[in-house]
């Protein structure tokens, strides 16, 4: 039986702030760094080791990875890194302060926004310097198919084809895999593990810097999920 562990980065500087982060790449704060090294030291405790590691390519999440793997002396094992996993887009939202946003639009809007499944927020004009398409760790994408800002179900659709094509195949070999992604992205791959309804994601929370271990069975289906402490 392989682990799939799951693990949010700690703590950002946006999050401090109270602003919408998405794909803008901030990094850690003191505090998220850490919550990333709280997280090694209990999957050392738990002699909980990886074969391979994925995360984004969000220095947050790339931070929390490297922060945790030191603790459990697992810098040698492979990593590699894929823009499927980056946090949801925030589109137009992203920099905004939150509580700001809340007054302007209605809190009702906003957490629209934030929680519902399959709408988006308000998308990025395509000249906005804040869009993908400017940024050099993205210019070998087809610019085609990088967000200018995303719902949860969108989200969900292109961090599955990963699952699907990178992760799930080295579950099938028995071997075990750490994710370091974000808030968003894990939602979207623990809602299909456990097959839970649209309805019901919106309510799942993933917190920080807490390692959460999928026990999968042969067939990839998950025979017990729990969080480490």
Not at 92 to 99: E, I, N, V, W, Y
Request: net charge positive; with cysteine; aromatic share 8%.
């Amino acid at each position: 039986m392989a682990n799939l562990i799951l693990l949010r980065h700690g703590q950002s500087l946006w999050n401090l702030e109270n602003r919408f982060t998405g794909w803008t790449d901030v990094d850690l704060s003191e505090e998220g760094i850490k919550e990333a090294r709280t997280a090694g030291k209990i999957l050392a405790k738990n002699g909980i080791s990886w074969d391979i590691a994925y995360t984004s390519l969000l220095k947050r999440a790339i931070r929390t990875l490297h922060i945790a793997a030191a603790e459990t002396d697992c810098l040698y094992t492979p990593e590699a890194r894929s823009w499927r996993l980056n946090e949801r887009h925030y589109g137009a939202l992203q920099g905004l302060d939150k509580s700001e946003t809340s007054r302007k639009y209605g809190e009702k809007q906003v957490r629209i926004w934030r929680r519902s499944y399959d709408i988006p927020p308000p998308m990025l004009n395509p000249g906005d310097p804040r869009s993908p398409v400017f940024e050099k760790k993205y210019r070998n994408i087809d610019p085609k198919i990088l967000p200018m800002g995303e719902s949860l179900e969108m989200t969900c659709q292109r961090v599955l084809p990963f699952w699907n094509d990178a992760i799930a195949p080295l579950i099938l070999e028995g071997k075990n895999v750490l994710v370091a992604a974000h808030g968003n992205s894990l939602r979207a791959l623990v809602k299909y593990l456990k097959q839970i309804p649209d309805s019901e994601i919106p309510n799942l929370e993933i917190p920080t810097g807490m390692p959460q271990i999928f026990e999968m069975r042969q067939d990839l289906s998950v025979a017990r999920d729990f969080y480490l402490s």
